[in-house]
């Protein structure tokens, strides 16, 4: 089979998993490469009906939010056809673990007509994380980025050693089916300093549940937040900041209790 063009459909608030897809498509080395960017509420305008993909390989990528698919990102990803496409699932965690992610979105990628191949579980900086409470700070790195190319490149010889997907076995990849019951969203909302803020607008730009809306100030809906951290992340003037209780104890636990390094995994069907 061919990989010749390759589909990066992705949910990436933080853009660790869209990099994390980037470098695996760097090892795949396909002619042409397709960004399908799932994260923005902006990104569902056409797919009403859905979206065909007829990419020679997809790569399906998504972070993991206590230990399953964030369900904004199975909402979005139900939109897209997969068309007996050949795809790779990649779930992005922040090295605590990715428990049940990396199969649920192996599940959705065959319910909308994909056929998992391959998958893989990576690190990216947890959302929580800052410079004085370290968590997986500057993944993916230059050795992660090392591990997505040869895992690339594996794809693309396991393609070619096939003529039809039907030559693939059924992919298996770690977790649990039923998956693990979701913790309760607690209802918080970022804070915003209103001094450093320039309203510049990238908060409510960068946030992918439509939770942030500005006119003299901004105003950050805790009803719609999914606490990504992208509004955090992205502030050009570090205005905004998640400063809630609960939220601070679990930055501090994972901070502490998370900091033994956890490597990539990769998995592949087998052929014949």
Not at 161 to 173: A, D, H, I, K, R
């Amino acid at each position: 089979m061919k990989s010749d063009s390759v589909a990066l459909i992705y949910f990436s608030p933080t853009s660790t998993t869209k990099q994390v897809l980037e470098y695996i498509a760097q090892g795949i080395a396909a002619e042409t490469t397709e960004h399908i960017d799932l994260t923005l509420p902006a990104s569902l305008k056409g797919l009403e009906n859905g979206l065909a993909v007829s990419a020679d390989v997809a790569l399906l990528g998504v972070p993991v939010y206590a230990g399953r698919v964030p369900p904004v990102a199975a909402q979005r990803l139900q939109r897209i056809q997969g068309q007996g496409v050949p795809a790779v699932v990649v779930a992005v965690y922040g090295n605590r673990a990715y428990e049940d992610a990396l199969v649920e979105l192996k599940d959705l990628a065959a319910g909308c007509g994909f056929v998992p191949i391959a998958g893989g579980a990576f690190i990216g900086e947890h959302s929580f994380a800052t410079n004085q409470r370290p968590i997986a700070n500057g993944r993916p790195d230059d050795a992660d980025a090392a591990e997505a190319r040869s895992f690339g490149v594996k794809i693309g010889d396991t393609l070619a050693s096939v003529s039809s997907v039907t030559e693939f076995g059924t992919l298996q990849v770690p977790g649990n089916v039923p998956y693990k019951d979701r913790p309760e969203l607690k209802k918080v909302a970022p804070v915003v300093d209103q001094e450093t803020c320039i309203l510049c607008g990238t908060c409510e730009e960068s946030c992918p549940s439509g939770a942030i809306s500005i006119d003299e100030a901004v105003h950050p809906d805790p009803e719609s937040c999914i606490l990504c951290h992208a509004c955090v992340k992205n502030c050009p003037t570090s205005a905004i900041a998640f400063q809630a209780p609960p939220l601070e104890e679990m930055a501090e636990k994972l901070s502490r209790e998370c900091r033994t390094r956890q490597e990539p995994e990769i998995y592949l069907a087998i052929s014949g």
